[in-house]
């Protein structure tokens, strides 16, 4: 089978890292390339593609939103990430079969996964399903934190709480450090819906119980939380939050 392949990065220098390796085994290979996910899609549906390798860190789409953008069946090409995500995320990969190869490129592993994914077509969509689900499931005691660069996961220990600031997130660490995410404060008040830890005491912040380290009544009714951030707690939710206290401490 001839290699019709298609690299989806948002890096000039990694496409063409992935372009000198590939020509040097498959000479004769058809190379497509784009630096962004739909681009690639849209590339998938004009041409007879085989092998797909994709980034996962991209803005605006990363590498595993693609089967968003296919129907159940459509997907036929082999799909293989390359990344630089942590041990986490590339266990999550191994335990599905799903090849990847990690950054930087090792181009016996790059030959090796496309090899197999010339072989492998077949199954491709229930591998994709597979991986969506670990994902998922890794997913469930980390929150994902989209920043300029990629993607940090990390426990919801470790947050101490998230300030609003316009469509963007302060999310402050426990370590310290204060990241300003891409997304309001609403999606993070949406995934931690089920954690009972984190606690909402006025529109701009969603705060971890675990973090206080002090309740302050005067007129109003402060939090101090462990970085020594101190919150007002909103008047209409001043009766439930004591009550809260209660039940949690």
């Known amino acids: 089978m001839k290699l019709h392949l298609l690299i989806i990065d948002d890096e000039d220098q990694a496409r063409r890292l ?21 681009d690639g899609v849209a ?26 953008f296919f129907e159940k069946e ?25 090849d990847y190869i990690l950054k930087p490129v090792d181009e016996d592993e790059l030959y090796e996964a496309i090899e197999k994914g010339l072989k492998n077509n077949d ?11 670990a994902f998922d499931k890794m997913t469930i005691n980390k929150i994902s ?6 993607y ?9 709480l998230f300030e609003a600031d316009g469509m963007y997130t302060y999310v402050h660490l426990l370590n310290g450090k204060k990241e300003l995410i891409s997304k309001p404060l609403k999606h993070f008040v949406d995934q931690l819906e089920s954690n009972v830890l984190f606690y909402r005491p006025q529109r701009s912040y969603l705060i971890n119980l675990k973090h206080i380290k002090e309740v302050k009544k005067d007129e109003a009714l402060y ?27």
């Not at 997907?75 to 999550?92: E, G, P, R, S, V």
């Not at 934190?145 to 990629?150: A, F, N, S, T, Y």
């Not at 940090?152 to 101490?160: G, I, K, R, S, T």
């Open 18 to 38: 992935l372009k000198n390796l590939i020509f040097q085994k498959y000479p004769e290979a058809i190379i497509e390339e784009a630096s962004n996910l739909l």
């Open 145 to 150: 934190l989209e920043v300029p660069k990629g």
């Open 123 to 133: 199954s491709q969509n229930q591998v994709i399903d597979n991986i969506k689900k």
């Open 223 to 249: 939090i101090v939380m462990e970085n020594d951030k101190s919150i007002t707690v909103s008047r209409d939710k001043k009766k439930s939050f004591m009550e809260l206290l209660e039940k949690v401490f």
């Open 74 to 98: 459509e997907l036929k090409a082999a799909l293989i990430y390359t990344t630089a995500y942590d041990h986490y995320a590339i266990q999550a990969f191994k335990n599905n079969a799903l």
């Open 152 to 160: 940090m996961f990390m426990a919801p220990d470790e947050v101490v």
């Open 43 to 68: 590339l998938i549906k004009q041409e007879n593609i085989n092998v797909i390798l994709s980034d996962i860190n991209m803005p605006v789409h990363n590498g595993l939103e693609i089967t968003n």
